[in-house]
Protein backbone atom coordinates (compact mmCIF):
# COMPACT_ATOMS: atom_id res chain seq x y z
CA UNK A 1 0.00 0.00 0.00
CA UNK A 2 1.23 3.60 -0.98
CA UNK A 3 0.53 5.76 1.13
CA UNK A 4 0.20 4.35 4.64
CA UNK A 5 -0.07 5.22 7.45
CA UNK A 6 2.50 7.47 9.48
CA UNK A 7 2.66 8.55 13.38
CA UNK A 8 2.06 12.34 12.17
CA UNK A 9 -1.53 10.70 12.03
CA UNK A 10 -1.43 10.55 15.97
CA UNK A 11 -0.75 14.78 15.48
CA UNK A 12 -3.47 15.46 13.00
CA UNK A 13 -6.22 13.49 14.53
CA UNK A 14 -5.28 13.65 18.76
CA UNK A 15 -2.80 16.83 18.78
CA UNK A 16 -0.39 14.66 20.39
CA UNK A 17 2.26 12.23 19.31
CA UNK A 18 2.01 8.76 19.96
CA UNK A 19 4.71 9.24 22.63
CA UNK A 20 3.16 11.77 24.53
CA UNK A 21 -0.15 9.85 24.55
CA UNK A 22 1.23 6.49 25.92
CA UNK A 23 4.05 8.48 28.01
CA UNK A 24 0.65 8.68 30.37
CA UNK A 25 0.48 5.14 30.34
CA UNK A 26 3.85 3.70 31.15
CA UNK A 27 2.41 0.29 32.74
CA UNK A 28 0.71 -3.18 31.02
CA UNK A 29 -2.54 -3.66 30.04
CA UNK A 30 -3.84 -5.48 33.24
CA UNK A 31 -2.10 -2.74 35.71
CA UNK A 32 -4.33 -0.47 33.06
CA UNK A 33 -7.60 -2.13 34.28
CA UNK A 34 -6.26 -2.41 37.72
CA UNK A 35 -5.53 1.44 38.21
CA UNK A 36 -8.81 2.85 35.93
CA UNK A 37 -10.81 0.57 38.53
CA UNK A 38 -9.06 2.12 41.35
CA UNK A 39 -9.54 5.83 39.77
CA UNK A 40 -13.81 4.69 39.32
CA UNK A 41 -14.06 2.81 42.63
CA UNK A 42 -17.43 1.55 41.37
CA UNK A 43 -20.03 0.92 43.77
CA UNK A 44 -21.88 -1.02 41.35
CA UNK A 45 -21.68 -3.01 38.02
CA UNK A 46 -23.00 0.34 35.55
CA UNK A 47 -19.71 2.37 37.72
CA UNK A 48 -17.90 0.32 36.88
CA UNK A 49 -18.29 0.22 32.97
CA UNK A 50 -17.23 4.15 33.47
CA UNK A 51 -13.85 2.61 32.31
CA UNK A 52 -15.53 2.43 28.61
CA UNK A 53 -15.05 6.16 28.42
CA UNK A 54 -11.97 6.78 30.38
CA UNK A 55 -9.23 7.99 27.57
CA UNK A 56 -6.07 5.88 29.40
CA UNK A 57 -8.42 2.55 29.09
CA UNK A 58 -8.80 3.11 25.14
CA UNK A 59 -5.32 4.39 24.63
CA UNK A 60 -3.78 0.94 25.18
CA UNK A 61 -4.76 -0.13 22.16
CA UNK A 62 -2.98 2.64 20.51
CA UNK A 63 0.42 0.92 20.81
CA UNK A 64 -0.01 -1.16 17.59
CA UNK A 65 -0.64 1.26 15.76
CA UNK A 66 2.97 2.29 13.93
CA UNK A 67 4.55 3.28 10.75
CA UNK A 68 3.08 1.40 7.69
CA UNK A 69 0.25 -0.18 10.23
CA UNK A 70 -2.04 -1.28 7.08
CA UNK A 71 0.66 -2.87 5.12
CA UNK A 72 2.02 -4.72 8.14
CA UNK A 73 -1.46 -6.53 8.36
CA UNK A 74 -1.43 -6.27 4.67
CA UNK A 75 1.57 -8.62 4.33
CA UNK A 76 0.43 -10.74 7.46
CA UNK A 77 -2.79 -11.49 5.95
CA UNK A 78 -0.64 -12.48 2.54
CA UNK A 79 0.95 -15.27 4.74
CA UNK A 80 -1.44 -17.45 5.59
CA UNK A 81 -2.85 -15.45 8.70
CA UNK A 82 0.13 -15.88 10.94
CA UNK A 83 -2.04 -13.94 13.15
CA UNK A 84 -2.71 -16.37 16.20
CA UNK A 85 -4.54 -16.23 19.64
CA UNK A 86 -8.09 -15.83 20.35
CA UNK A 87 -9.13 -18.22 17.72
CA UNK A 88 -8.14 -16.02 14.86
CA UNK A 89 -6.82 -18.76 12.50
CA UNK A 90 -10.41 -20.46 12.92
CA UNK A 91 -12.21 -17.05 12.04
CA UNK A 92 -10.13 -16.68 9.17
CA UNK A 93 -10.02 -20.25 7.98
CA UNK A 94 -14.02 -20.50 7.96
CA UNK A 95 -14.06 -17.37 5.71
CA UNK A 96 -11.74 -18.63 3.69
CA UNK A 97 -13.48 -22.30 3.10
CA UNK A 98 -17.15 -21.51 3.37
CA UNK A 99 -17.70 -18.02 2.52
CA UNK A 100 -17.53 -15.95 -0.78
CA UNK A 101 -15.16 -13.01 -1.29
CA UNK A 102 -18.68 -10.55 -1.73
CA UNK A 103 -20.15 -11.85 1.84
CA UNK A 104 -20.88 -8.83 4.00
CA UNK A 105 -19.32 -9.20 7.27
CA UNK A 106 -19.61 -7.88 10.88
CA UNK A 107 -17.17 -7.60 13.30
CA UNK A 108 -19.07 -6.86 16.69
CA UNK A 109 -17.60 -5.27 18.96
CA UNK A 110 -14.25 -5.00 17.03
CA UNK A 111 -11.86 -3.72 19.31
CA UNK A 112 -8.60 -3.15 17.42
CA UNK A 113 -10.07 -4.14 14.24
CA UNK A 114 -7.52 -6.53 13.33
CA UNK A 115 -9.46 -9.54 12.03
CA UNK A 116 -11.64 -7.26 9.83
CA UNK A 117 -8.21 -5.78 8.67
CA UNK A 118 -7.14 -8.87 7.79
CA UNK A 119 -10.14 -10.15 6.22
CA UNK A 120 -9.99 -7.07 4.12
CA UNK A 121 -6.64 -7.53 3.08
CA UNK A 122 -7.62 -11.28 2.15
CA UNK A 123 -10.05 -9.34 -0.27
CA UNK A 124 -13.29 -9.41 1.54
CA UNK A 125 -14.65 -5.80 0.91
CA UNK A 126 -18.07 -5.78 2.40
CA UNK A 127 -17.17 -5.22 6.07
CA UNK A 128 -18.73 -3.56 8.61
CA UNK A 129 -16.84 -2.65 12.76
CA UNK A 130 -18.76 -1.86 15.76
CA UNK A 131 -17.72 -1.00 19.19
CA UNK A 132 -18.35 1.46 21.57
CA UNK A 133 -17.45 5.50 19.98
CA UNK A 134 -14.14 5.64 21.94
CA UNK A 135 -10.71 7.57 20.77
CA UNK A 136 -9.24 4.52 19.48
CA UNK A 137 -12.67 3.57 17.65
CA UNK A 138 -12.72 7.05 15.98
CA UNK A 139 -8.78 6.64 15.25
CA UNK A 140 -9.76 3.59 13.29
CA UNK A 141 -11.97 5.17 11.52
CA UNK A 142 -9.81 7.97 10.73
CA UNK A 143 -7.46 6.48 9.73
CA UNK A 144 -9.61 4.11 7.52
CA UNK A 145 -11.26 7.32 5.79
CA UNK A 146 -7.55 9.20 5.11
CA UNK A 147 -5.86 5.93 3.22
CA UNK A 148 -9.14 4.39 1.50
CA UNK A 149 -9.78 1.61 3.26
CA UNK A 150 -13.41 0.47 2.82
CA UNK A 151 -14.69 -0.44 5.83
CA UNK A 152 -17.97 0.80 7.52
CA UNK A 153 -17.94 1.90 11.24
CA UNK A 154 -21.10 1.90 13.12
CA UNK A 155 -20.97 2.86 16.88
CA UNK A 156 -22.67 0.71 19.64
CA UNK A 157 -24.82 2.77 22.38
CA UNK A 158 -26.16 1.14 24.77
CA UNK A 159 -24.89 -2.20 23.59
CA UNK A 160 -26.53 -2.24 20.21
CA UNK A 161 -25.70 -1.04 17.11
CA UNK A 162 -27.91 0.34 14.55
CA UNK A 163 -27.30 -1.99 11.93
CA UNK A 164 -28.99 -1.36 8.77
CA UNK A 165 -28.21 -4.06 6.51
CA UNK A 166 -27.84 -8.34 7.11
CA UNK A 167 -24.26 -9.95 7.38
CA UNK A 168 -23.68 -13.80 6.07
CA UNK A 169 -20.51 -13.67 8.87
CA UNK A 170 -21.19 -12.08 12.21
CA UNK A 171 -17.39 -12.21 14.05
CA UNK A 172 -18.38 -11.76 17.97
CA UNK A 173 -14.93 -12.54 20.01
CA UNK A 174 -14.62 -12.17 23.81
CA UNK A 175 -17.23 -9.38 23.89
CA UNK A 176 -20.38 -10.58 25.02
CA UNK A 177 -18.76 -11.11 28.84
CA UNK A 178 -18.85 -6.93 28.76
CA UNK A 179 -22.48 -6.32 28.36
CA UNK A 180 -25.39 -5.99 29.98
CA UNK A 181 -27.23 -8.79 28.70
CA UNK A 182 -25.71 -11.61 26.50
CA UNK A 183 -28.78 -13.17 25.64
CA UNK A 184 -30.56 -9.73 24.39
CA UNK A 185 -27.37 -9.09 22.36
CA UNK A 186 -27.02 -12.55 20.49
CA UNK A 187 -31.04 -12.06 19.82
CA UNK A 188 -30.07 -8.90 18.17
CA UNK A 189 -26.74 -10.37 16.32
CA UNK A 190 -28.66 -13.22 15.24
CA UNK A 191 -31.70 -10.87 13.85
CA UNK A 192 -28.97 -9.23 11.73
CA UNK A 193 -27.57 -13.21 10.43
CA UNK A 194 -28.89 -14.31 7.44
CA UNK A 195 -30.52 -17.61 6.58
CA UNK A 196 -27.17 -20.32 6.12
CA UNK A 197 -24.88 -17.35 7.28
CA UNK A 198 -22.34 -18.37 9.81
CA UNK A 199 -20.98 -16.67 13.69
CA UNK A 200 -17.95 -16.82 14.92
CA UNK A 201 -18.98 -16.53 18.81
CA UNK A 202 -16.01 -16.66 21.20
CA UNK A 203 -16.63 -15.60 25.01
CA UNK A 204 -15.73 -16.74 28.73
CA UNK A 205 -17.41 -15.52 32.11
CA UNK A 206 -14.96 -15.96 34.56
CA UNK A 207 -12.75 -13.23 36.40
CA UNK A 208 -16.06 -12.24 37.97
CA UNK A 209 -14.18 -11.37 40.88
CA UNK A 210 -13.23 -7.56 39.73
CA UNK A 211 -9.84 -8.42 38.37
CA UNK A 212 -11.64 -7.18 35.12
CA UNK A 213 -14.01 -5.13 36.22
CA UNK A 214 -16.18 -5.55 32.99
CA UNK A 215 -16.17 -9.13 33.19
CA UNK A 216 -19.48 -8.27 34.77
CA UNK A 217 -20.21 -10.33 37.79
CA UNK A 218 -24.23 -11.14 37.29
CA UNK A 219 -22.97 -12.49 34.27
CA UNK A 220 -22.04 -15.66 36.37
CA UNK A 221 -25.08 -17.32 35.52
CA UNK A 222 -23.38 -17.93 31.88
CA UNK A 223 -20.41 -19.77 32.79
CA UNK A 224 -22.41 -23.42 32.14
CA UNK A 225 -21.77 -24.17 28.97
CA UNK A 226 -25.19 -26.05 27.89
CA UNK A 227 -27.52 -23.16 29.35
CA UNK A 228 -25.44 -20.33 27.05
CA UNK A 229 -25.89 -22.67 24.20
CA UNK A 230 -29.47 -23.51 24.89
CA UNK A 231 -29.72 -19.47 25.02
CA UNK A 232 -28.01 -19.36 21.32
CA UNK A 233 -29.59 -22.00 20.03
CA UNK A 234 -33.21 -20.38 20.78
CA UNK A 235 -32.13 -17.46 18.32
CA UNK A 236 -32.00 -20.10 15.64
CA UNK A 237 -28.05 -20.46 15.66
CA UNK A 238 -26.83 -23.96 15.45
CA UNK A 239 -23.69 -25.51 16.30
CA UNK A 240 -21.76 -26.00 13.91
CA UNK A 241 -17.74 -25.97 13.85
CA UNK A 242 -15.55 -26.78 16.89
CA UNK A 243 -11.81 -25.10 16.92
CA UNK A 244 -8.87 -27.23 17.37
CA UNK A 245 -8.73 -27.81 21.22
CA UNK A 246 -12.61 -29.13 20.65
CA UNK A 247 -14.32 -25.39 21.53
CA UNK A 248 -17.42 -24.77 19.61
CA UNK A 249 -16.68 -21.30 18.10
CA UNK A 250 -18.97 -21.05 14.78
CA UNK A 251 -22.88 -21.25 14.75
CA UNK A 252 -24.72 -21.30 11.42
CA UNK A 253 -28.31 -19.60 11.08
CA UNK A 254 -31.01 -22.17 10.05
Known amino acids: ?52 TIPSYATMYLRAVVDNYFSIIENDSNKNFSLQGYG ?84 CSEVLEHVWNPDIVIQHLSKHLKPGGYMYLSTFFNDMNGHDPLHLKHNNIYQYVERWFRIVESTGLNRTFNDKNGVLKIFQKS
Open 1 to 52: MNPDVTLADFIEFFGKTKEEMLSEIKIDDNEIRRQVYKQVNPKCESDARQMY
Open 88 to 171: AEMIYRTALDHLNKDVSILDYGCGSAIYSLNLYFMGFKNITVADIPHSHFKFLEFLCKKYGIGIKFVPIEKEFADLQEDYGYII
